[in-house]
């Protein structure tokens, strides 16, 4: 099998050579599955040039909603016919497994066919109860040229919750991609590009992030960023866009509490534990990594969760019966088995997993389980972004709220009951943006995911997750006479 070789795709094309490559390295394999272009600042102007074009000078943002609905939903069927290519890339670059890869890219399409709709339902808001002669128009427009920096845990599906929301508002955008996993980005842009989309809307810069994705937030071209990341790199973005007092949206880290009472359905809590901390290899923002258990049920719970455990599948992402594939590179699998140390060296109890799975020569890590976590301990704290659960047991509905909130995090949290009041009590106690209950990392286009504390600010996807790519003017105009103001 040959590596994909990819450049820059900037105002309707890819360019036709790159000076130096990034090389990325199955994380499963240690294979080359493909090489991008290493950008430089150069690169970055370019493609801003190009969007800033597309958006002061070119048909995109006056298009009508219908015909960007049209061009959107013809982009959707592009990712359909191009499914297989487009989850083998997941798989190759991400080490995720393929059945998680086949979610990914149904969730692309839906995630575009809804923000086409969206694109047919751009309003503003007019008054006409101001007064005689007074009228009001609060009219929506597109932001402008958006800057979009996207993670490598979901590379497709997360430039998707941003990417077809921004361009049914009208903007033209610049993605910089992880230099992980830039594969999905460079072909969507070509496919939106086939489907439609005018030179210029749909740029991609590949490369590293303290190069391009730096000089991308520190762009005067730009009018908003909307980064998806680590908390840490988040704070350097909103310090750079700061500079020219651009407007940020955030989506960080999270460290999500997955809250089982005594009365919940306990076959379907235990299969949610697991989906909340194996999913996607662990390497999930709204993993359910703190898992809290209702002490009159505890020991016969955590029980079968660690039995279930030991049973997952650890290996190739390509198996079709494979529950947890590759860390994403060799120094996060160092650092995920770092943080099992401490785990360890700091008295919590190991039930399960622990150390390296052998399989080939990629980075995996089994599915690692363990008890008697106190608030204290560094695994209950820190983001460990791989499978890594950990538990501990509470009394009452207080105890289990202060120690869900003690996290500087507040992306997603979980609860299992079946009694309505306390699902609802506690839910509006939870600090977080996305609560679920007696389901776990679920979602839909129409749903906002938001976080709040150190996981940020803004929203992405639902009609909150549009309007961030929009703004608003405000038009009062007076007909008929007016009464003078300075009559002399
Ligand atoms: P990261 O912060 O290291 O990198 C994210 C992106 O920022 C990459 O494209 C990177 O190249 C770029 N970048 C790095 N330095 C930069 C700089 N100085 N200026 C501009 N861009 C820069 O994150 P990661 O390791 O790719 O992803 C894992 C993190 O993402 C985790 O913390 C996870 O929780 C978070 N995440 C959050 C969500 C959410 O919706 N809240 C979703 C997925 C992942």
Redesign the pocket.
Known sequence: MSARQYTHFIDGRFDASADAHVERKAPATGEIVARFASGQIGDMDRAVAAARAAFDKGPWPSMSGMERAEILNKYADLVRANFDRLVRIEVEEVGKPIRFARGDISGVVGLIRYAASLALQMAGTTYTNLGAGKTAMIMREPVGVVGL??????PAL?LS?KVPFALAAGCTVVV?????TSGSALELAALATEAGVPAGVFNVVTG???V???H??EHPGIDFIS????????Q??IE?SARNVVKTS?????KAANIVFADADLDAAVDGALMGVFFNNG????SGSRLFVETSIADEFIKRVAQRSAQLKVGNPFDEDTDIGAM?DEK?FNKVLEFVRSGVDEGATLLTGGAAAKSGSGHFVEATIFDHVAPSMTIFKE?I?GPVLSVTRFDTVDEVIELANSSIYG?SNYVWSKNIDTVLTVTKRLKSGWVQANTIIDGAPQLP?S?VKG??FGY?MGQAGFEEFTQLKTLFIHTGPRQPVFAR
């Open positions: 920096i996207t993670p490598w845990n979901f997360i919750q910089k991609p992880s230099e992980f590293k992030g303290s391009v994705g730096q991308l937030t980064f998806t990341g680590s908390t840490q790199v988040g350097t973005v750079a955030m989506e960080l880290g999270g390497e999930c923002c709204v994403i996060h983001e972004f992306l995911l976080g996981s940020g992405e």
